[in-house]
């Protein structure tokens, strides 16, 4: 069988007199002159890699904890077949970790005056957008003894989207918002302006929504019946301060809002509702308004891709001026904040009447099941402390929350799971009894 490449040159150098090998200057230049001739031919022959041509497509968007696939085309215009070792560079973040070398590193062979495809698989770890880096080819000859090596800016980016895995509770957020709407069997009629149909009067029923001249012409005390609210004004305020970096589950506590924003918006805009996006600490970092029923979804998640926490204070008087210049009319504010005592007493509290004057006003806050576990936790003198701690943080999220439902906010705090179905039964409630 015919050897090739390293193992001919190496075979071929064998095969040469012991005496070649001697410690003298004609040993060496007889056995370096054959093998600097090999490695010159082999580099002659390897493809050169400033000539080729590369173009990048695929997907341009990814939802977090997906696959996307990004094909780079490589293009061979010399007469020579290229033999290469690939490396298409990204950020870390666009792999698990621990799998970025293999998913990055290719090997390919194109044949002269031909193209070739390679696709390059990400599973970003983070929200944001993702650039391509550098591809650096690696060309060597047919005995693979040398190689050529150049790089090409080849620009792509992937956004990564926030992931949405609340929306698992979009069906039976929807079905319940029918049964409001009367669109289903069972009839449950909000207290709204719009008036749908007198019926009997039952124990419990709100005496003002009585119609005494329908009583009056039967025998039965007659009752109105509204139609929920709808086409009202929903504006998400997404608190970027320092507050939102805070880590719950391995996540930020952004993350967890946007989830829950998310889920609350896509039903309220398929209950007719408008709905706008206000990011703010202490300035705007994002502004979603005045979009259609089905552009605003689309819109919210694209806008949340890129937003990250600012360690700074919240602008608590700043926020406010930006909810009431974004919503100049009545409407429903939902605050994704902490309800750390601090930042509610002294930046939200003082500026709070602003905004409940106008506007109805819900807090959703997201709450660490660490802290929960560390209340539960018993059995040496360390976890004794530690549930004395956790208690203590409890109680004052709870006088926290309290202070807010005194000046008519409703409060809802719930772990990063339950937030985004506890806030969408809480709009529910809140369109049930006509707040909005």
């Known amino acids: ?161 926030p992931p949405f895995t609340s929306r698992k509770h979009l069906p039976s957020k929807l079905a319940r918002l029918r049964e409001l709407d009367g669109r289903t069997s069972v009839l449950t009629r909000g207290e709204g302006t719009e008036f749908d149909s007198l019926r009997e009067y039952v124990p419990g029923d709100d005496t003002r929504s009585i119609d005494w001249r329908a009583t009056a012409r039967q025998s039965t005390v007659a009752v109105r019946t509204w139609r929920p609210e709808r086409d009202r004004h929903i504006l998400l305020v997404l608190d970027t301060g320092r507050t939102s970096a805070g880590r719950v589950d391995d996540a930020p506590r952004l993350d967890a809002s946007m989830d829950a924003a998310l889920l609350l918006a896509a039903l309220a805009s398929r209950a007719g509702d408008r709905v706008d996006l206000l990011a703010y600490d202490r300035r705007v970092r994002a502004l979603v308004q005045g979009r259609a029923a089905g552009d605003v979804l689309p819109a919210l998640v694209n806008t949340m891709a890129t937003l990250e926490p600012e360690l700074v204070e919240t602008d608590a008087r700043g926020l406010t001026a930006s909810a009431l210049r974004t919503a100049p009319r009545h409407a429903l504010i939902v605050l994704f904040t902490s309800l750390d005592a601090a930042p509610i007493e002294e930046g939200l509290l003082p500026v709070l009447a602003k905004l409940t004057q106008r506007h109805t006003i819900l807090v959703a806050s997201v709450a660490d099941p660490q802290v929960a576990r560390m209340a539960q936790a018993r059995g040496s003198t360390d976890s004794v402390y530690e549930a004395a701690a956790a208690a203590q943080a409890q109680s004052e999220r709870h006088r926290t929350a309290e202070q807010l439902r005194r000046h008519g906010v409703t409060v809802v705090d719930a772990i990063p799971d339950e937030l985004a179905p506890t806030l969408a039964d809480a709009y529910l409630a809140l369109k049930t009894a006509g707040r909005l």
């Open 1 to 161: 069988m015919a050897l090739t490449g390293r193992a001919a040159l190496l075979a071929a150098l064998g095969s040469l007199p012991v005496g070649i090998w001697e410690p003298s200057w004609t040993g060496i230049l007889a056995v370096n002159a054959p093998l600097a001739l090999a490695c010159a031919c082999d580099f002659a022959l390897a493809a050169p890699v400033r000539r080729l041509g590369l173009t990048r497509s695929g997907d341009t968007s990814v939802r977090l904890g997906e696959t996307a696939d990004v094909t780079l085309t490589i293009t061979n215009p010399s007469g020579r077949p290229l033999r290469a070792h690939l490396r298409d560079a990204w950020p870390p973040s666009s792999w698990q970790p621990g799998t970025d070398i293999a998913a990055s590193r290719h090997r390919v062979t194109v044949p002269p005056g031909e193209r070739r495809r390679l696709t390059t698989r990400l599973r970003p770890t983070r929200r944001g957008d993702r650039q391509a880096d550098r591809v650096t080819i690696r060309s060597y000859g047919p005995l693979g003894l040398l190689s050529r090596q150049g790089t090409h800016e080849v620009p792509w980016t992937v956004r990564v989207l």
